[in-house]
């Protein structure tokens, strides 16, 4: 152990044998228990013991419970987070996932529970957010870690209805500004549907229901009359960002190109930053287990991570797990809709809202054959559904790792992928034998008669036909390139027979997975240093096509000063995005607030229909500039290259002054995590808020970091980041940020922002001896006495 070690005795009841948790210096806990039973109460109890606050406020949003907290004001969120809520038979879902998983939810939840019950004798620690909004957190029920799906990555009911609204008010070739369609299809909208059918209105229920929980005075002292002018309180460009930004990076390279002989596996999943981090570092060691990575705190088990015998990551995959449905409704009987040859009723369920200061409300949550009802037209005779595999069992987020963290190689690893459901992602694994593999996974429904891109008729003729089965989704094992990878492109096969039921056509733009691939197709003795380094790359694909154009053509150009001076700037750079560049400040404020925008509105005039392009699909826009002469002419594109640049001088020297040999990306490219209590109590601005903190890259950079177009606020990128050295566990490496505590007073809380804004990593200690000499904390705990 380390030479200052606190430690501290705690007896629960529960726990049916001695264990101990085990915290060393960098925050990660090291749960060792003396049965799998156990193990899972102490994750429950450890996941509480960090997050507490976190995790009451994630089951309340879930559950649809926040208006009895924090008042009127979050009632429109309650019952739009009520529509999505599983409620299908439980022993079904229970047995989806593990044949244990009722068993490790309830061992869970009753950790969770002893941990709140531990505050309630012990009231120091609670977290200081629950005195601040003056709440108590609530006990939870195993299913309460089931039922939940609204945090989970689907995809592309909201699509479908912009798509609609798009080619209302323009076309599909428009609408491939927003994303485009890979494999390509041509999209008509289906016989006896009109556009009109589905209103943008129809997304609200669904954005409400999965938007993050924020807190503005006014919402929070909203009276009851008020309650229903919040049902807006995400934007739904933030919306659609989300879902074009929340990705990731996997890899896993064979020994046969390592350093060493072993394989190398990499993850770092990209999601919106937070404080606390959505993600959080867990070692669990039990007789018949031992695993350590990382998952979400609120489930157990670890989804990314390894155990004594095989590596696993994972990144988002553009299956398309959602579809829209139009339904014809009854003339003056709005509650019947026709399905088949003949009228089926609407569900209407009436549930009680409990909302702080009032009496509990009843309102009315409305669901067809398919899922939750998004928006009636009575007046029209129409209404409009959502069916999504959430509600299917075995579609909890991520709880499918319940299986595959215990298997022993990576073709066992495969074989429990069908215990596999949301989100859709691509897998790779890698194990001591020297095996690796790339599995994609997650229910796909079949559709016969549809790609899933547009609303359909919900009367019966477009039904899903299942899902495909694991084993006709892509996959590789051991390919001769020698490595496999993923950054959410499209990545199905290029021999998949296009007769198949369709799986996808949107996915993430492709500059990471193509500057990933690149390198390490480059590198024959890959390392961990190696792959710490591409987790790292802020290369940008965009800033080397664009800025090759223009020096192409610009030197033949009457230029202006600002223009002369920004091809100066541009000189010799390595299109690296660096947060000292100069030169990667000019070129993101030029691409991102000029030359994009303006490039839009060549090819959509319309602002109205802009606004709902936002913020363009990045492999249209470069293809739009490097091939202009299939829709417009060389000399408009270089006119609109050269205007929008000059105006990208002048808007940097503005943000940054007039040297521009001192501009820096950083100044402007700034990481802040804000803890949600910081527009509600002053203080916890200072105190509670983390950064803001300069780091370079963009979206489009393997070291992912999205940022607002507001004010390039870092607001998305690596949530943690793990590089696995396999078989040699204890050379692994990672780093959470902005720290694994999501206590204000935790020495733990911002510990790890630093070194993750730097690049630097931290260990990820697996064996018991290294364990032992890094700890920092000690936890023992006991079964509490019988009197107790």
């Excluded at 995400?234 to 072993?262: C, F, M, P």
């Excluded at 095989?310 to 339904?327: P, S």
Aim: glycine residues 8%.
């Amino acid at each position: 152990m380390t030479d200052t070690v606190t430690e501290e005795t705690i007896r629960l009841c529960g726990l049916q044998d001695e264990a101990e948790i085990r915290v060393d210096r960098w925050g990660i806990p090291h749960i060792r228990a003396a049965s799998e039973a156990d193990l899972f109460f102490l994750q429950g109890f450890n996941a509480a013991r960090d997050r507490l606050w976190q995790l009451d406020l994630w089951r309340k949003r879930g559950l649809g419970l926040l208006a009895a907290d924090f008042g009127p004001g979050y009632l429109a969120q309650d019952h739009a987070a009520r529509h999505f809520l599983y409620r299908g038979d439980m022993t079904t879902e229970w047995l989806a996932y593990a044949e244990d998983t009722q068993a490790i939810c309830t061992a869970f939840a009753d950790g969770v529970n002893a941990y709140i019950a531990l505050c309630n004798h012990e009231r120091e620690r609670l977290p200081p957010e629950f005195a601040v909004f003056g709440t108590r957190p609530a006990r939870w029920q195993p299913e309460d870690v089931v039922r939940i799906r609204s945090h989970a990555l689907t995809r592309n009911g909201v699509s479908e209805i912009l798509r609609a609204n798009v080619m209302a008010m323009a076309d599909a070739s428009t609408d491939l500004l927003r994303f485009e369609l890979d494999p390509p299809v041509a999209q008509t909208l289906a016989e006896g549907l009109s556009f009109a059918d589905v209103p943008l209105e129809a997304v609200r229920l669904f954005k409400l229901a999965t938007a993050p929980v924020t807190f503005e005075k006014e919402r929070l002292s909203a009276s009851l009359a008020d309650a229903w002018t919040w049902t807006e309180v995400t934007d739904l460009g933030e919306v659609v960002q989300r879902s074009a930004e929340e990705g990731s990076n996997n890899w896993a390279v064979h020994g046969s190109r390592t350093e060493s002989g072993r394989p190398i596996l990499a993850s770092d999943p990209h999601r919106a930053h937070a404080v606390p981090s959505l993600r959080y570092l867990v070692h669990l060691e039990a007789p018949d287990l031992n695993v350590i990575g990382t998952g979400e705190p609120n489930a157990p088990g670890v989804s990314i991570g390894h155990n004594d015998r095989t590596a696993f990551g994972l990144t988002i995959f553009g299956a398309d797990q959602e579809d829209i449905y139009v339904y014809e409704t009854r003339e003056g009987e709005p509650d019947l809709y026709r399905y088949g040859n003949g009228w089926e009723t609407i569900e209407r369920i009436e549930q009680a809202f409990a909302v702080k200061g009032h009496d509990a409300q009843v309102l009315t949550l409305s669901f067809t054959r398919h899922g939750p009802v998004l928006h009636e037209d009575r007046n029209r005779c129409r209404a409009v559904a959502m069916r999504t595999v959430w509600h299917s069992p075995g579609a909890a987020a991520y709880l499918g790792s319940l299986s595959y963290m215990r298997s022993a190689s990576t073709e066992a690893f495969a074989n429990n992928l069908g215990h596999w459901g949301t989100p859709s992602v691509n897998h790779v694994s890698a194990d001591v034998e020297g095996t690796i593999g790339w599995f994609t996974a997650g229910f796909t429904p079949v559709r016969h008669n549809w790609q899933g891109l547009l609303p359909v008729p919900g009367d019966g003729s477009y039904e899903w036909d299942g899902f495909l089965a694991p084993k006709e989704l892509p996959r590789s094992v051991n390919p001769a390139a020698g490595y496999v990878a993923s950054a959410n492109e499209m990545n199905l096969p290029v021999d998949r027979d296009p007769a198949a039921p369709s799986i996808g056509h949107e996915w993430a733009e492709g500059s990471r997975a193509r500057r990933i691939k690149a390198v390490l197709a480059a590198d024959r003795s890959h390392t961990l240093a190696a792959s710490m380094a591409l987790q790292t790359d802020v290369y940008s694909r965009p800033a080397e096509v664009i800025v090759t154009l223009l020096k192409e053509f610009a030197p033949s150009a009457l230029l202006d000063t600002g223009q002369i001076r920004s091809l100066q700037l541009f000189d010799d750079w390595d299109y690296r995005l660096e947060a000292d560049s100069a030169a990667a400040a000019l070129f993101e404020v030029w691409w991102m607030k000029h030359l994009r925008p303006n490039l839009l509105a060549r090819f959509a005039p319309d602002q109205a229909v802009r606004q709902l392009l936002l913020p363009g699909d990045f492999d249209r826009l470069l293809t739009l500039l490097e091939t202009p002469q299939n829709v417009w002419s060389r000399d408009e594109r270089d006119a609109l290259m050269l205007s929008t640049l000059a105006k990208g001088f002048e808007d940097c020297a503005t943000r940054l002054g007039p040297d521009a040999s001192a501009w820096r990306w950083g100044d402007l490219h700034r990481a802040l995590f804000e803890h949600a209590a910081s527009r509600v109590k002053p203080a916890a601005e200072a105190e509670w808020n983390v950064g803001p903190l300069a780091v370079g890259g963009s979206r489009s950079t393997p070291m992912h970091a999205a940022y607002r177009l507001s004010d390039f606020g870092v607001n998305a990128g690596a949530s943690v980041r793990l590089v696995m050295d396999v078989g040699s566990w204890d050379n692994s490496i990672c780093v959470n940020t902005p720290g694994q505590s999501g206590d204000p007073r935790s020495p733990h809380y911002a510990d790890l922002s630093g070194p993750w804004s730097r690049g630097d990593y931290v260990p990820l200690l697996y064996s018991r001896e290294r364990v032992d000499a890094e700890t920092t904390h000690l936890i023992r705990l006991f079964p509490a006495a019988d009197k107790e």
